[in-house]
């Protein structure tokens, strides 16, 4: 009779274990590196002012305004507590936070899935400028995402009673979440009858909690559906392709995209896994409904982490025997945080229509981002909007606005 062991490196210790120090330390010195940006204002994402005097509101006053339709209560009210204990900084550490849970939470995600390298898997979520940025300000897709995964590895425990009332809370804090929600859902449908019951109490739960929560932006709007209201106009259906081409590409940076290509075949080679795999599953359709979205509403880059996300989880799923490539990956995303490349100049920066080739370097998306919202730190709760959204303009992609 034989038996099975681990592969052990030269000091003894099984390769899974080193990793886990090693993701550790590594957490440790990018969140100790990110604690001073939580001094410098909420932030130039340009609700983040709506969303603190949302916060504010419910706190103080026990009153709800949605901060944008159709409200995040949840996330909401949990700046405003933060602001109370501690003000804008502790606001600011929540994300940083629950960016820690969202990456350890992908981690055991990936771990569990059968991904043969988690680590590299996990960093390439990590590594993704609009990631680091939305982990230091006043955002709520990291709260949102952490807890979705939360509930997904709730739900993969059999706790579905636990993952619904994960993905309500999740849907409280981004409503857009309910598509990734369903994504997990259907995703169980080939796991056979338990899974498939226990993916219905996650989803049922999820959808009663998850409207109960929208009770309150209700009532502000005098018991009337129109807090449901999107007022983002919408333009021709070539110029939204435009604008999510584009910003898809700048979602991991044009080197990381190239970088990407050497996978593609891999990638598509997974569809054969498909009734084998849940975790195939998720990550196809966390993608497809993600991306369906953001051609919907192709507006600000944090609104593209659920496809880093589901990115990530395809390429841990098909590079098994390829680290190198994850590892690149991470790199380029690494580089483009600090130095990037424009292809495109849009004719009317953040209302584009058009636009003309070129070929620039520039300060990557981390760099503007900390510069601007240093430079406009004081105007972030400014009554006046135009200057409470200086930032804002001043940090969005393809800006003109020297920061």
């Not at 589901?310 to 945080?337: D, E, H, N, W």
Request: aromatic share 10%; glycine share 8%; with cysteine.
């Amino acid at each position: 009779m034989t038996t099975t062991t681990r592969p052990h490196t030269d000091d003894g210790t099984a390769p899974s274990d080193r990793q886990v120090r090693l993701g550790v330390l590594g957490a440790v010195l990018v969140v100790a590196a990110l604690v001073p940006l939580l001094f410098t204002g909420p932030g130039t994402d340009l609700d983040a002012s709506s969303v603190v005097r949302t916060g504010r509101g419910i706190v103080h006053h026990l009153s709800y305004t949605p901060s944008r339709a159709p409200g995040t209560p949840v996330y909401e009210a949990a700046v405003g507590v933060l602001d109370a204990m501690g003000g804008i900084p502790l606001a600011d550490l929540g994300s940083l936070l629950m960016a820690v849970v969202c990456a350890a939470a992908f981690w055991k995600l990936a771990k569990e899935g059968g991904i043969a390298h988690p680590l590299p898997t996990t960093l390439v979520v990590v590594a993704n400028p609009w990631f680091i940025i939305a982990a230091t300000s006043i955002e709520d897709f990291v709260w949102a995402l952490a807890l979705m995964l939360v509930g997904v590895l709730a739900l993969r425990s059999r706790h579905a009673w636990l993952a619904g009332v994960l993905f309500a809370l999740a849907i409280g804090s981004r409503s857009t979440t309910v598509v990734l929600v369903v994504a997990a859902v259907l995703a169980a449908l080939w796991e056979g009858r338990d899974a498939r019951r226990d993916a219905a109490i996650a989803g049922g739960t999820a959808a009663v909690l998850g409207a109960a929560l929208f009770i309150p932006a209700y009532l502000s709007a005098d018991r009337t559906f129109r807090f449901l209201h999107n007022d983002f106009a919408t333009a021709s259906p070539l110029v939204q392709l435009g604008r999510f081409a584009v910003k898809d590409l700048y979602l991991f940076g044009p080197l990381a995209a190239l970088v990407m290509l050497f996978a593609v075949p891999a990638v598509f080679a997974l569809r054969s896994r498909w009734r084998q795999e849940w975790l195939v599953r998720f990550a196809f359709l966390g993608l497809l409904f993600s991306q369906l979205l953001f051609l919907r509403f192709p507006w600000k880059m944090g609104h593209l982490l659920p496809t880093v996300v589901f990115v990530a989880l395809l390429l841990g799923l098909a590079l098994g025997s390829r680290p190198r490539l994850l590892y690149g990956v991470v790199v380029a995303q690494l580089v483009t945080g600090f130095v990037t490349v424009n292809l495109f100049a849009p004719n009317h920066p953040n209302r584009a229509t058009s636009a003309r080739p070129e070929l620039t370097a520039t300060w990557g998306p981390v760099v503007r981002d900390t510069q601007c919202r240093i430079r406009y730190r004081h105007d972030s709760l400014s009554p006046v909007r135009s200057v409470r959204e200086r930032a804002g303009v001043c940090a969005s992609p393809f800006a003109v606005v020297e920061p």
